[in-house]
């Protein structure tokens, strides 16, 4: 156990590393904080990206987490540039790879979870040596609705980040006598360009023509194609970024923070519905794909 007095808030200028910051969540949230005072390092998994960055004054690094040498080698830059101390971990780094789970070859499936679930987890046991030893630290996943909430056509995202919640679960557990506080927040629709991205993971992936989903896949195309807000009570990236402050700079950081309205109204209705209820909601909110 630590020997540490406790830290119990991070305050400016304490340094946060987060990934995925080229657009949407981790964008904004790097640029909050740096503008609230803190050290915030950004990393993306493009180096245009890390340039661009670099040009709106953020310390940002290539990061890509689907690689095991690549986070070892952008974590030895990081370490030198802040004197081998990270405050806390913003992990927001992700993607979606849309398509029914009988058309996910294992290929596919693998390469959802290198980054999402494996090179995320590789990352934070990373920091977790690190908090460990300089006493204290924060770890913050971004989860989804779709982390304890399944909707169709999704399911190589929706077990990304089930596998992301029984990892933060555990190792909040594990972590709690070294003064470390893990925490998750759990977004419904966010502006961003997640769907963007995942209509590109979807052509690479998915064989359309082959599938028996064919037809409700032309649905699907249809919302991943749409501009702005495809869902109901959609917000912006800073409802996810005020959480992150908020897990930072109080005492005691939630456990879970619960972003837009379907994410507070699913969380209560799967713990009081029948398993058989709830998917009859959950397919009318997945919307056959429309949503």
Not at 164 to 174: C, H, M, P
Request: with cysteine; hydrophobic share 40%.
């Amino acid at each position: 156990m630590s020997q540490h007095t406790p830290v119990t808030q991070l305050l400016p200028p304490s340094t946060i590393l987060i990934t995925g910051c080229s657009t949407g969540i981790g964008y904004h949230t790097a640029h909050l904080l740096k503008d609230l005072g803190y050290n915030v390092i950004a990393t993306c998994r493009k180096q245009e990206d890390v340039n661009r960055l670099k040009e709106e004054r953020l310390t940002c690094f290539q990061l890509d987490l689907a690689c095991s040498v690549c986070i070892d080698f952008a974590l030895t830059e990081i370490l030198a540039e802040t004197d081998g101390k990270i405050d806390a971990l913003f992990n927001n780094g992700a993607f979606g790879l849309p398509g029914a789970v009988e058309d996910l070859s294992r290929e596919a499936m693998e390469y959802q979870f290198r980054t999402n679930v494996f090179g995320t987890q590789e990352l934070t046991n990373k920091m977790v040596k690190i908090m460990r030893k300089q006493g204290h630290g924060k770890i913050i996943y971004n989860s989804s609705i779709l982390g304890f909430a399944a909707m169709q056509y999704r399911g190589a995202y929706n077990a990304s980040k089930f596998a992301i919640e029984g990892f933060a679960d555990t190792l909040r557990i594990e972590v709690k006598q070294d003064n470390i506080q893990v925490s998750l927040i759990e977004p419904g629709p966010i502006l961003s360009d997640f769907r963007k991205n995942a209509f590109e993971q979807f052509k690479r992936w998915i064989k359309i023509e082959e599938s028996a989903h064919q037809d409700k896949y032309n649905a699907m195309i249809a919302r991943l194609e749409t501009v702005g807000p495809s869902a109901p009570f959609t917000l912006g990236p800073e409802a996810v970024s005020k959480c992150v402050v908020h897990a930072l700079q109080h005492k005691r950081a939630r456990i879970r923070y619960r972003v837009t309205v379907p994410t507070i109204v699913f969380a209560y209705l799967k713990r009081i519905l029948p398993n058989r209820w709830l998917d009859v909601l959950l397919i009318k909110a997945g919307g056959d794909g429309k949503r």
